[in-house]
């Protein structure tokens, strides 16, 4: 039987980090609430003693020190809760990968039994580019761009909250939970590149020679199957530039 959206129980969980290296980095504070698209159903959130310095770049994004988090629990402690309360249940995350990356890094550190890798799960980040009507993807500015209040940026469960309503607006077209996991197996053409010295240009707006470079780096599914559309359009003549010009083969 096909689940609707507005039956389905999902989960959003994010992590703030002492940098951008799941493998390496530590938690340093975990939000997890479970939902639906009327409520929220349950939620937990705490700090966390990474046992180990925070850098001072990571301190500047979110705003968490060391004397915020000594004495706080050890993700050991925190980890098995988290995860119970997301046991079965479909993940919602903006960026997900990175969060749960994170999170399975420090279930593999300390032998914490976790299964939540053959769980499905939801990119809000995806489902923006989807929707592609926000000139900018990230989730402070999908907030402002669905008129969402502030939750505290860049803390875990403000960002939590934030992204709960993000989801929301951005499911308003779908009916079921298979409609929604079946599209973003998908890869997504995307409208502008992300990132980089073209940020925010349209992919038939940067020279060739970038476009290249960048389609052999190790970018996320999306943007390298815009990039290799580009390209391909590209040397088929498609791009309009290339097409007036008769001296392009020369």
């Known amino acids: ?43 937990f959130e705490s700090l966390i003693d990474p046992e180990c310095a925070i850098p001072q770049e990571s301190q500047k994004i979110h705003g968490i020190t060391a004397e915020m988090v000594c004495g706080k629990p050890k993700i050991a402690e925190v980890l098995p809760q988290v995860l119970e309360i997301a046991k079965g249940k479909i993940w919602v995350g903006h960026g997900i990968d990175f969060d749960r990356a994170l999170i399975l890094a420090e279930a593999k550190r300390y032998a914490i039994p976790c299964s939540f890798e053959d769980q499905p799960f939801v990119d809000t980040l995806r ?16 907030r402002r761009h669905f008129n969402i209040a502030a939750e505290g940026a860049h803390r875990a469960m403000g960002d939590v909250l934030v992204n709960i309503e993000v989801f929301k607006h951005l499911v308003k077209s779908y009916q079921t939970t298979k409609e929604l996991l079946n599209l973003l197996q998908k890869p997504i053409r995307m409208r502008t590149m992300p990132l980089g010295k073209y940020k925010g240009r349209k992919f038939d707006e940067i020279p060739m020679e970038y476009l290249l470079w960048a389609e052999k780096k190790d970018f996320d599914q999306d943007l390298l199957y815009s990039l290799r559309l580009e390209i391909r359009s590209r040397k088929k003549g498609g791009n309009f530039s290339q097409a007036g010009n008769p001296f392009n083969n020369l």
């Open 1 to 43: 039987m096909v689940k609707l959206l507005k039956d389905e129980i999902f989960v959003c969980i994010d992590c703030e980090s002492t940098g951008l290296e799941p493998k390496k980095d530590r938690i340093i504070e975990i939000a997890v609430a479970s939902f639906t698209l009327d409520q929220v159903v349950e939620s």
């Open 127 to 142: 489902m923006a580019r989807l929707y592609g009507e926000s000139p900018v993807n990230s989730l402070q500015q999908l």
